[in-house]
């Protein structure tokens, strides 16, 4: 199977991890199937190959109004070239603005099915958090254009699935498809010291992320686990911010700031933790949940992205809810060690690369046979 992935950045070698979901998935592919994969922004211009896989990079930064119009022409005529030198059998784009747009203008030329795969907020916009692509009149337009002119939808979890119901996408033309972790590179490691209860989290710090509810949330859990501990692995505008208030409220000693983290070294930030809490007000799939379930953690929140599929407490954005359900788990060692084995096993059984990957190719082989 000959498969071009479109997307907004990827990696310009093994060891960069522009995006290390996406990366993982055009790799397997690559291992059994021939792959080029067409970013759009970012890195610089130029063709890159590593992993088996061949990588054209359009380069066109962060370029926008007539650029992006100039871009999206590019993409089209690029993809379109590459076909008529080795026909491709599918085109497969992650984000349904830019990347899924300049695919289904492709396959009008080609006559190829295209599968768009929603990745993050295309589908929202929070006004008080200037965080979502339908804020933007153009972009509604793109978007609401690939969705429509796209054989396939996939949504990384059924939170998504239902934006894009809501959206208007055909019920035939969904399909629930998660990206997978690798659970080979994310592993648990012995249970960390009782004695400093640690909780993590793996965001950038912005608005869209909510880290001041989970700040309220260690704050209202130090009352009946004193000793509790967060590290946060991130960063961001608002890490001054976030830093401010965690002084105010006497937490600045409970706090590990990580900063931003080479992709190699998450699992050992994982394995410090006891458990994972996210509070974003908004995510497609949350990778980082999974890398953390992958490492043997319960996972707890609000009530986006996977986490109503896959939390250990009933997801919720009520800081005291949320408090009271950490300090249950970190009051009953039993219930986390179970927990701590089933958020194992349902990462590797459910949600590893190699089931997710298939998962796609299975997909793939659908919209061929159909398309043919």
Not at 346 to 371: G, W
Request: hydrophobic letters at 45%; a positive charge.
């Amino acid at each position: 199977m000959r498969i071009a992935l479109i997307v907004p950045g990827f990696s310009h070698n093994a060891n960069h991890w522009a995006i290390p979901a996406l990366q993982n998935l055009a790799c397997c592919l690559a291992q059994s199937h021939e792959v080029t994969v067409f970013s759009l922004r970012y890195p610089q211009a130029g063709i890159y190959r590593f992993g088996g896989l061949t990588h054209i990079a359009l380069g066109s930064g962060q370029q926008g109004g007539v650029s992006s119009l100039r871009l999206w022409q590019k993409a089209v005529w690029t993809i379109v070239q590459a076909h008529r030198q080795r026909p491709f059998d599918l085109l497969h784009a992650l984000w349904v603005d830019e990347p899924a747009f300049t695919a289904v203008l492709a396959a009008a030329f080609i006559k190829k099915p295209v599968l768009a795969s929603v990745g993050g907020g295309e589908l929202v916009y929070f006004p008080d958090l200037n965080y979502g692509t339908q804020s933007s009149w153009l972009r509604r337009q793109i978007i609401h254009l690939a969705l429509r002119w796209a054989t396939a939808v996939t949504s990384g979890s059924l939170y998504q699935l239902n934006q894009c119901r809501a959206r208007g996408v055909l019920a035939e033309k969904l399909r629930l498809a998660p990206l997978g972790v690798d659970s080979e590179r994310f592993q648990p490691g012995p249970t960390p010291d009782w004695s400093h209860p640690t909780i993590v989290q793996a965001a950038s710090l912005v608005p869209v992320k909510e880290q001041q509810l989970l700040l309220e949330v260690i704050r209202r859990v130090q009352t009946a686990v004193p000793a509790v501990h967060l590290i946060l692995a991130g960063n961001g505008p608002q890490a001054n911010d976030l830093r401010e208030w965690a002084a105010h409220h006497g937490l600045t000693g409970a706090i590990a700031w990580l900063g931003k983290v080479p992709y190699p070294a998450m699992p050992a930030v994982y394995q410090r933790a006891h458990l994972y809490l996210q509070t974003s007000r908004h995510e497609s799939q949350g990778i980082s949940v999974l890398e953390a379930m992958a490492c043997g953690l319960p996972v707890m929140g609000t009530a986006v992205g996977l986490m109503p599929e896959v939390a250990a407490c009933p997801p919720t954005h009520d800081p005291a809810a949320l408090a009271a359900q950490i300090i249950h788990i970190l009051g009953n060692r039993e219930e986390h060690e179970r927990q701590r084995r089933q958020a194992r096993a349902t990462a590797v059984n459910r949600y590893s690369l190699l089931v997710r990957t298939e998962a796609f190719l299975e997909i793939y082989r659908q919209l061929i046979d159909d398309f043919e």
